[in-house]
């Protein structure tokens, strides 16, 4: 089976730009979580979404969303970027009964 | 509330020798434990997890873990380090509750160097 795809794998942007990453989960897999992952704050859950439903989400403002698809690809959008939005930002997807989870390569997202 | 702690943040072995990367963590009820390592500019790979069972579990690329819930540790182990092992290794306790299936807590990640 092909991994956890993360498109694009590299971005910079402006500050008060916006963003969409894009995260392919593999395939069968209906959970799709995201994560944020910085030197000072470590990896920091974003949200997850199963079955085209937000089902847990994480501490971090408004300006970060999300949406899942029905072939259950998903987005996470960032309005307003501010410099400390620069981040790896990791996409990983499980299935219903599995536990663990299936990270992709991440997008790197730099805020100039 | 839960959380996981790496008590280090870099461990040094030479190559052939054992390993052990630490991790206690807080849960309330039973904790779902897993293993991560990350290598540079990657995303994270699944090492092994503990969900129910024998306290010693083996994973990937040799790696295995033991559960120890009077102490509250899930440490990782291996026989005799290789120097590819070396990399950022992750400890993780998924959230409880049938809404946080998809939630997991990490620790602050443990530099691995494993020198020839």
């Known amino acids: 089976k092909a991994g956890v795809t993360q498109t694009p794998r590299y971005l910079i942007k402006t500050r008060g730009q916006q963003v969409t990453l894009s995260c392919s989960p593999i395939s069968g897999h209906r959970s799709v979580s995201w994560y944020q992952q910085t030197p000072g704050q470590g990896l920091q859950f974003l949200f997850e979404?199963?079955?085209?439903?937000?089902?847990n989400k994480g501490n971090f403002p408004g300006r970060f969303s999300g949406r899942q698809f029905s072939n259950s690809r998903s987005e996470m959008n960032v309005s307003t970027l501010e410099l400390g939005d620069s981040a790896l930002y990791l996409c990983?997807?499980?299935?219903?009964?599995?536990?663990?989870?299936?990270f992709g390569p991440g997008t790197r997202l730099t805020v100039t | 509330a839960q959380s996981v702690a790496q008590p280090e943040d870099q461990v040094n072995v030479a190559e052939g020798n054992p390993l052990t990367v630490k991790c206690t963590y807080s849960?309330?009820?039973?904790?779902?434990l897993f293993w991560y390592v990350q290598y540079p500019n990657r995303g994270l790979q699944f090492l092994l997890k503990y969900i129910t069972g024998d306290n010693l579990v083996k994973g990937s690329y040799g790696f295995e873990a033991e559960f120890n819930k009077s102490q509250t540790s899930f440490h990782l182990k291996k026989p005799s380090a290789l120097v590819s092992d070396s990399a950022l290794y992750f400890c993780?306790?998924?959230?409880?509750?049938?809404?946080?299936?998809?939630?997991?807590?990490f620790g602050q990640g443990t530099t691995l160097q494993v020198k020839p």
């Open positions: 979404y199963f079955s085209e439903t937000q089902r």
């Open positions: 990983a997807s499980s299935t219903l009964e599995g536990h663990e989870q299936y």
């Open positions: 849960v309330s009820g039973n904790p779902y």
């Open positions: 993780a306790v998924r959230a409880l509750g049938s809404s946080n299936t998809g939630k997991l807590i």
